[in-house]
């Protein structure tokens, strides 16, 4: 098996740079990058395939890959490829996500039931030929930095078809670190003849990376608002592709059922604004749903540390966002990750990483929340 020099991690002396789906809005990349970030000594760049600015929402300025290489390909740099499932994001993926929510809806309609235009339109999007835009191999990069993947995701890596594959693990073997978060993509890849490291996702160090931050942003703001509201809370995120009517009857009737119970209110909150992520007309339907017989809330904010306030101060967390689940279990806040089946990543990670199997529920799991909820 071929196994990335481990002894090669990012060094002091040479350039940081970032490189991530931190250029749209997901809670978990953004966070992935704060993590990624913390505690360098050194000059960081942030990297995407867009240059975006996600400051408001405590992300970062990320620059353009191209512009990223022109500025400083003639330096000693360590180019990280930052966390998430970024082995098995397509190009297509990437370039739709890119989008505003609405120019996205307009390109789905226009090219979903064409795989020929999809490539043709993200290839004109991206500025790259590449299949699987996020993973970078060290020959695509100047000649004196060195690639480094930090524990990342490719559950589905198996079910690509072989040029993708291939283009993975051209960039995987040419790295000086590989780690990934999961037992399958571990197992995918020592089958494929790579010698991966299993670490845990980054998000996992939240509470000591940025407790400090995140109990001063529980202290003010939304989140003070909330707690002059209700006792305590379940904090609910749903992906939008969670939004069909049956899905949310069933939802609405577990959490009322649970609230109830317990005794606590019920806070929803959007884990991405990016297209394929959440979407806050989804959150209304839910709250319709939960009626008045309990405290209802949605969390108007999309910043990483008031999203991570919210989780760490719950009673309880369920929703389809694995990040929620990550940061909301390093709190020692009970939780639950909404998945489709037992194929979805989310439930290999927690699989992977508790001693309690399934720390994830399908639609039709019951009881969907944690016995030890307590308001």
């Known amino acids: 098996m071929t196994s990335a020099k481990r002894e090669a991690a990012p060094a002091k002396g040479r350039r940081l740079i970032l490189f991530g789906a931190f250029d749209r809005h997901n809670f978990g990349d953004l966070l992935l990058a704060r993590c990624a970030a913390a505690g360098a000594r050194t000059e960081i760049v942030f990297a995407g395939l867009a240059a975006r600015d996600l400051r408001k929402f405590e992300g970062f300025q990320a620059l353009a890959l191209a512009d990223v290489i022109a500025t400083f390909g003639r330096e000693d740099a360590d180019f990280v490829h930052v966390g998430g499932e970024l082995l098995t994001t ?33 290839r004109s999007v991206l500025g790259t030929a590449r299949l699987i835009p996020y993973v970078i191999a060290r020959d695509e990069l100047p000649a004196r930095w060195r ?30 670190t590989l ?23 980054p998000a996992a160090a939240t509470p000591a990376l940025f407790g400090a931050t995140i109990r001063q942003h529980g202290q003010g703001g939304e989140i003070a608002a909330l707690r002059s509201r209700m006792r305590s809370w379940i904090a609910v995120q749903l992906a939008a592709e969670w939004g069909d009517d049956a899905t949310l009857d069933r939802v609405a009737r577990l959490l009322l059922a649970t609230s109830a119970a317990h005794g606590t209110g019920i806070v929803l909150f959007r884990a991405g604004l990016a297209p394929w992520h959440d979407d806050l007309d989804t959150l209304r339907r839910l709250a319709e749903r939960l009626g008045t017989q309990r405290p209802v ?3 108007e904010s999309a910043r990483v540390f ?7 101060g719950a009673c309880a967390c369920v929703g389809t966002s694995l990040h929620g689940w990550i940061v909301a279990h390093a709190f020692g806040v009970p939780a639950r990750c909404l998945v489709r089946s037992p194929a979805d990543k989310a439930a290999h990670y927690t699989d992977t990483w508790c001693g309690v199997p399934c720390q994830w529920r399908t639609p039709d799991d019951e009881p969907l929340f944690p016995e030890t909820v307590s308001g």
């Open 179 to 201: 780690r990934v978060r999961d037992r399958t993509t571990l197992d995918a890849l020592r089958g494929a003849g790579l010698d991966p490291e299993l670490l845990p996702d």
């Open 297 to 299: 809330a949605i969390l």
């Open 306 to 312: 008031d999203i991570c306030a919210l989780l760490a």
């Open 90 to 122: 397509t190009a297509w993926e990437a370039a739709v996500m890119l989008q505003s929510p609405t120019e996205a809806a307009r390109i789905v309609a226009l090219h979903d039931r064409s795989p020929e235009a999809r490539t043709t339109w993200a």
């Open 147 to 176: 690639t480094h993947f930090c524990p990342v995701g490719g559950v589905a890596f198996d079910t690509l078809p072989a040029a993708e594959r291939d283009e993975i693990l051209r960039a995987l073997r040419s790295a000086s």
